[in-house]
């Protein structure tokens, strides 16, 4: 890959072609301090998802359903760390150098990726809502058996609903690939299926992740009450009490875990609605 010289000379993806892109303008240094930074944190992200999928297939004692969620979302964030060399070649060279027709599939890809990853947090969050606030039913309701039919279907719904857009904006036709230069990788997305996505892929989910929450932290601070009112009357806490504190606890968690997961992507969907070019 050629990077800009010291004179500033304009340096283009494909420079034996007439209509190609014009590569980023950073000097060698820079390029060098990302690609570096980059590859540090993919591999820090593969390394550790690495883990949590061979702690949890390993010790039969973490094959609870619980952590069978957590496996599928480290499946998840370990093929996003893997392609984070490619999505960082394509924002940091401003080029795509591997066709029109992988741009499409790479496109489909990282969007089931989230989509896994989005699917995995709401799981989460309703196994953490029967484990709180309905603990004695917990152990029939959640299965490791309705687990996995859990997130076999909801990775069939959206694969079902990524194909459904890979179809209807034609992700596949050069046409529809707004290149105003050849080695770009943008695809128009219309303003409808970018209010559809919006709401199937952020909105909807969010709601409903907060609602569970909200439920599992009153119940929280009812038991809470319940356990100080208990401890100042003398009275022991039982077992049962300090189990649903621990599992508070690892709500609490989860709820950070999504906090954050939202700030990152509430600017990517502003930017998405508001803007009337690629994504």
Request: overall charge neutral; charged content about 10%.
């Amino acid at each position: 890959m050629a990077y800009e010289t010291e004179d500033h000379e304009i340096q283009y993806c494909f420079p034996a072609i007439n209509s190609s892109c014009i590569k980023g303008k950073r000097s060698s240094h820079e390029y060098n301090i990302i690609y570096v930074f980059v590859s540090v944190l993919s591999a820090w992200t593969v390394f550790l998802n690495l883990l949590v999928i061979i702690s949890i297939s390993h010790f039969k004692k973490l094959h609870t359903p619980t952590n069978l969620i957590i496996l599928s979302l480290a499946v998840a964030d370990m093929l996003i760390g893997l392609v984070m060399p490619i999505e960082a070649t394509r924002l940091i060279e401003l080029c795509w150098y591997f066709g029109d027709t992988f741009s499409g599939l790479y496109s489909v890809f990282i969007a089931m990726l989230l989509s896994a990853s989005l699917s995995n947090l709401v799981l989460i969050a309703v196994d953490r809502y029967v484990a709180v606030c309905h603990p004695l039913l917990y152990p029939q309701k959640i299965t490791m058996t309705k687990t996995l039919i859990s997130i076999c279907l909801l990775s069939e719904c959206s694969s079902t609903y990524n194909t459904a857009v890979v179809i209807n904006n034609g992700y596949f036709d050069i046409s529809c690939f707004m290149h105003t230069c050849y080695g770009e990788c943008s695809v128009f997305v219309g303003f409808a299926w970018r209010v559809t996505d919006l709401f199937m892929s952020f909105i909807f989910p969010c709601i409903l992740i907060i609602s569970l929450y909200l439920r599992i932290f009153y119940v929280v601070l009812q038991q809470v009450k319940v356990i100080n009112t208990l401890m100042k009357s003398g009275k022991c806490v039982n077992e049962g009490s300090v189990r649903r504190k621990s599992e508070s606890k690892a709500a609490l968690t989860a709820l950070t875990i999504v906090t954050v997961y939202l700030v990152c992507w509430i600017p990517y969907y502003i930017c998405s609605i508001c803007s009337i070019c690629s994504i």
